[in-house]
């Protein structure tokens, strides 16, 4: 479970630096691959958190 929640943290992060890529960079194709890498990290994201809400509920 420990590892679950660091990678959820590591996604978060992860998808947080490229959101802030995308937002300085200023080739306009740069910009919106890092922008679609923060969308799809995000979406990771909030995969594995119900994952692990899902688990919680099931241990409980």
């Known amino acids: 479970m420990k ?3 660091a990678q959820l943290e590591k996604l978060r992060a ?3 630096e490229c959101a ?5 960079a200023t ?5 919106a691959l890092f922008t679609v890498l923060a969308d ?3 979406v990771l994201a ?3 958190e119900r994952a692990l809400a ?3 509920k099931s241990k409980g």
Request: negative net charge; hydrophobic residues 40%.
């Open 3 to 5: 590892d679950m929640q």
């Open 14 to 16: 992860d998808a947080a």
């Open 20 to 24: 802030l890529i995308g937002d300085l």
């Open 27 to 31: 080739d306009p194709k740069k910009r």
């Open 40 to 42: 799809h990290l995000r």
């Open 46 to 48: 909030a995969e594995v």
């Open 54 to 56: 899902e688990g919680v």
